[in-house]
């Protein structure tokens, strides 16, 4: 008899290897699934590995991609296809086969070492598109040092056939002959991330892109910004290699243009530049820079206080105005700019170096492949997800992520792409776990009689420490440290390359402790320590010196004494790593409930999600109904009717046998740990889950100013919303109607931009027009933030009549009451005039503030909050969902204001995390853990009450303290709090850190 076949296939291919790609990849492949990921270029990566840093917190880009980069590369469930494309897809959701054509490397990656000695050999030099055209590489290449797969590639289309690099290889890797491949693959989902590339600058020729040498566009300038740049991160002008001292970055170059069919805003190229800007401060600090643009849209989480950082603390100029020409000057070389200035008529400046802020468009082959796959595409050719679904496309089975559905910047990015992970594995839930193989690690290497043989790794990381650090000098002192064995540099100690050499050499060299100098623990910890693992020995006999954030980025003008401290703190962690031991996890079983804190739209979405996924769901809402301030917003920003989805929402919600709701409910207790909380209801009930996802809401700030709450016909945003869905006759009779924005935001109590406010002001005011198209329309704006496609509607709103006046925050309108007439006034600040509008109407946009509770939440889940009172999430880029204390999630308003689409999208991202916790059985401890001493405990207490998570407890037969191993998270607390000093941190007790003491001191300060 035949085996039965099994109807859904517990695998996923994910096109595009971009940032993405990688994640929904991981959040697959670490939730039970297979995943093909697919890349039509040479390595995985996609744009950020081109940046230099990231905005708003300037973190390194690469040094954040590259342990995603390494753990996409080796999971044991990713299969990473290169060089790879989409032809064709044929089956039903659950079961597709999808044709996949693989191109040649000419270069086989099992026996490719990256060693370059091919590349050293080859005669032929063409433009790096890596580095933008700005320098040349070879015909055989790797697109970046720290490239997945690490292996070089040949460009056909450019080769000699001279076959010197086939001279050139020690490990016989390159092949000429070798031929496309056509491949057919099972898989139950497909989820695109093909993600973008950048509006073709020539096209602007008013600018003289492609002409004059130094005009360039804005990725060139970040690769020219980038310690791993052609330039070696310094700014240099392209025509004769000397520091410009001006330099213009021009806005909107290819977005919010109609004439070229690009009518959407980019979303991001004002904060790039303004990144850009500020980076080029901190490299050369007297640079004139002057940034030309429309309108400022800084509405992401914390971009208000940066673009304000960049005006205020590093001197950059915003300048409003479009640039109408730009001229070289034959002989200097340098670029006029011709643009109209508010107050002063036409201007002509001069400056060393324009940069064009290039917007985003779709690829011509993701285009192509929608078309394959039958996706439908707006009218811009990005993908169109069906309406508050946030990632799924218009044929079933297939999801979307990434800036393919639309410009976004790289936080969205990854929530999408967790999302799109989120809803396969709800697709594939009965299919979880039938085609992933169990992670092996070699066996433990029993080291406990040895004596240390240390080996330590100095990283240049590019010259983000390099070029401060004498990292030659830090090896060679640190190989006459005690037990030292080996000692070396590397370019990049996390790329994939080093990682594989480091395994090596622990295993030749018979190592027993490793000690890597160079980033941040945060971050690599975790990446070096499954190399250890890899290569036989205990994960926690690793120990980090950080000489980039405490050494080359604090003393980058002081770089002898940068050398001597890298020494220092080199030498203090080898002296700690000497008497380093392993340390044993422990497991334990994992509760497959999760628990969503909040029943609005973001909270049922991701309980609903969650329950998709073959889990439990607990859901507390502390009002007596679920919908949250979505009950509020009859239509949505592009003409949704929210009201029939929250309907629908929930009654799917009510309906699900996994779901299990607790209205008029409040948590007031928790305990636990990831895998393994208890949380205490207010109704008494005890919930034990194995994760938590906040998703608490927030509020419509009541205005303070304006005659709210003194005059009936001022008016929140929501209020006109509900009036106009309710019909009411004023707003149908009303003449004139004004609308306020930045109604107390933006300002030095809220300095956050509310990101919806111009969008629904904007929303309000084409529903009013189409009510009466007779009224007039008034908003009075500071920036119009309609980013991405939300710009069609200002673009409408002009076209219908609705006036915009822009106001300065030193003159804000004044509102008054004349003979029962409210009137308002303000100053145009084009025409310096005063400008007086009788109003029937006024329409206030007060910002969103984070709702009451989230503060008792912090306490109870120890999560922290920002500034403004928002949840404050692990890595603003990278993990837009997670908190640091592993198992929490965030999602909705509670993390920052956002849109209903964009609190779907979030939603969904935090079940899809949440998942990739909740399939496993069993969860092991992080090692690093508190250990209490038996005979010196005295039950004093002292532990229980001080620790955060509450991993002390008082056994009630020993009357000693002992320690929940998988709860503890390792912060010392209770060890340097106990006064008998019973307590001791694992890999942290007081003999270690005394040895690194002495380690550290052994030398004089240079």
């Not at 695998?11 to 790609?21: F, N």
């Not at 508050?388 to 559905?405: D, E, H, N, W």
């Not at 994760?691 to 303070?704: L, M, S, W």
């Not at 390792?970 to 106990?978: H, I, L, M, V």
Request: proline residues 5%; hydrophobic residues 35%.
């Amino acid at each position: 008899m035949k085996e039965k076949k099994q109807s859904t296939t517990g695998a996923v291919m994910v096109v595009g290897g971009g940032i993405s790609g990688m994640q929904a990849s991981l959040d697959l492949a670490e939730s039970g699934y297979r995943v093909y990921l697919i890349e039509r270029s040479p390595a995985i990566g996609g744009t950020m590995p081109m940046l230099d840093k990231t905005f708003p917190t300037n973190d390194c880009a690469m040094c954040t991609l590259s342990p995603k980069l390494v753990e996409c590369g080796r999971h044991r469930n990713i299969e990473v296809l290169t060089l790879s494309e989409v032809t064709g897809l044929s089956g039903e959701p659950g079961r597709f086969t999808v044709d996949v054509k693989k191109h040649p490397r000419y270069v086989d990656t099992t026996k490719c070492v990256g060693c370059g000695a091919c590349a050293a050999e080859c005669p032929e030099d063409i433009p790096d598109e890596f580095n933008q055209g700005l320098n040349p590489r070879k015909v055989i290449f790797k697109p970046y040092a720290q490239a997945y797969p690490n292996a070089y590639v040949v460009d056909k289309e450019h080769c000699l056939e001279c076959m010197a690099c086939v001279d050139a290889c020690p490990s016989g890797a390159i092949d000429h002959d070798m031929e496309e491949e056509e491949v057919s693959i099972e898989v139950g989902a497909v989820i695109l991330c093909p993600g973008f590339e950048l509006f073709d600058a020539e096209l602007r020729g008013e600018f003289g892109y492609g002409v004059y040498e130094n005009v360039i566009t804005s990725l060139q300038f970040e690769r020219m910004l980038s310690a791993s740049g052609p330039y070696g991160g310094h700014i240099k002008r392209p025509s004769d290699g000397a520091v410009p001292q001006r330099i213009a970055f021009i806005q909107c170059v290819g977005s919010r243009d109609i004439a070229r069919g690009n009518g959407y805003c980019s979303g991001v190229c004002c904060m790039y530049a303004t990144k850009e800007a500020l980076i080029a401060k901190e490299h050369e600090p007297n640079l004139d820079v002057s940034i030309f643009y429309m309108d400022i849209r800084a509405y992401g989480k914390d971009f208000e206080k940066y673009y304000n950082r960049a005006k205020d603390n590093y001197g950059v100029k915003y300048i409003r105005s479009m640039i109408s020409t730009v001229k070289e000057l034959q002989q200097s070389k340098k670029l006029r700019l011709r643009y109209r200035a508010e107050d002063n008529g036409l201007l002509d400046e001069d400056f060393d170096l324009v940069v064009l802020s290039v917007g985003l468009k779709p690829k011509a082959e993701a285009v192509a492949l929608a078309e394959t796959l039958g996706v439908k595409l707006n009218q811009y050719n990005f993908c169109q997800p069906g309406a508050l679904t946030g990632v799924i496309t218009s044929r079933p089975g297939i999801y979307v992520a990434g800036a393919f559905c639309g410009p976004k910047d790289i936080p969205e990015t990854v929530m999408q792409a967790s999302a799109a992970a989120g809803d396969a594995a709800a697709l594939l839930a009965p299919a979880r776990n039938t085609l992933v193989a169990a992670r092996e690690f070699p066996p433990e290497r029993e080291t406990g009689g040895e004596e240390p043989r240390i080996g330590v790794f100095v990283c240049h990381c590019g010259i983000n420490i390099g070029s401060v650090v004498n990292v030659p000098a830090v090896v060679e002192d640190i190989k006459n440290a005690p037990y030292v064995v080996h000692a070396q540099e590397n370019l990049y100690a996390c790329s994939q390359d080093s990682q594989a050499a480091m395994r090596e050499i622990i295993q030749e060299k018979n190592l027993n402790r490793v000690v890597v100098a160079s980033c941040s623990p945060r971050t690599h910890r975790p990446l070096f320590q499954e190399t250890l693992r890899d290569a036989g020995l205990n994960p926690h006999l690793f120990e980090m010196a950080n000489i980039r954030d405490q050494c080359s980025w604090v003393h980058s003008h002081e770089p002898e004494k940068a050398t001597a401290k890298s020494i220092d703190l080199t030498r203090a962690a080898v002296y700690k790593a000497a008497l380093l031991k392993p340390i044993d996890a422990v497991s334990v079983g994992v509760v497959p409930t999760a628990l969503v804190a909040g029943g609005g739209v973001a909270g049922l979405t991701a309980a609903l999600s969650v329950a998709e996924q073959g889990y439990n769901v607990e859901i507390v809402e502390k009002t007596d109904q679920l919908g949250g301030i979505a009950r509020r917003i009859p239509q949505g920003l592009n003409g949704e009717d929210i009201t029939a989805f929250l309907n629908d929402l929930t009654a799917r919600v009510g309906g699900h046998p996994r779901i299990k709701l607790h209205l008029n409910s409040e948590i007031t207790e928790v305990s636990g740990y990831m895998g393994n909380f208890t949380s205490k209801l207010s109704n008494g009930e005890i919930v034990k889950h194995g994760a938590t996802i906040i998703a608490t809401g927030a509020e419509e700030h009541q205005p303070e100013e304006y005659l709210f709450g003194e005059d009936g016909r001022v008016l929140t945003q929501l209020q006109m919303d509900e009036k106009i869905a309710a019909g009411d006759a004023a707003v149908k009779n009303a003449r004139n109607i004004v609308m306020i924005q930045c109604v107390g935001s933006r300002e030095e109590n809220r300095p956050y931009c509310s990101r919806i406010c111009c969008s629904k002001s904007v929303q309000l005011a084409l529903r009013l027009k189409e009510q009466n198209p007779a009224v007039n329309i008034y908003i009075l704006y500071r920036d119009v933030r309609t980013y991405a496609f939300l710009e069609d509607l200002y673009r409408q709103a002009r076209e219908q009549g609705v006036i915009f006046i822009r106001y300065e925050v030193e003159q804000k309108p004044v509102v008054t009451r004349q003979d029962d007439r409210l009137q308002v006034s303000l100053t145009d600040p084009i025409l310096g005039q005063p400008v007086c509008i009788d109003a029937d109407l006024l329409v206030l946009a007060p910002p969103v503030v984070p709702a009451p509770d989230n503060g008792k939440l912090s306490q109870l889940y120890k999560v922290p909050l920002n500034a403004d009172g928002f949840f404050l999430e692990a890595h603003m880029k990278l993990r837009p969902v997670d908190f640091p204390a592993e198992g929490v999630y965030m999602c909705g308003l509670a993390h920052a204001p956002k849109n209903i689409e964009e609190s779907i999208n979030q939603a969904k991202a935090a079940a899809g995390r949440a998942g990739t916790i909740l399939s496993r059985d069993r969860l092991e401890s992080r090692g690093v853990r508190a250990h209490v001493d038996q005979e010196k405990c005295a039950a004093c207490l002292t532990c229980v009450r001080l620790c955060p998570f509450n991993a002390p407890h008082i056994n009630p037969e020993t009357h000693r303290a002992e320690i929940e191993a998988v709860q503890c998270q390792g912060c010392g607390t209770c060890a340097g709090e106990c006064p008998n000093k019973a307590i001791e941190l694992m890999g942290y007790n007081d003999e270690q850190q005394m040895a690194r003491v002495h380690g550290m001191f052994l030398r004089e300060v240079g």
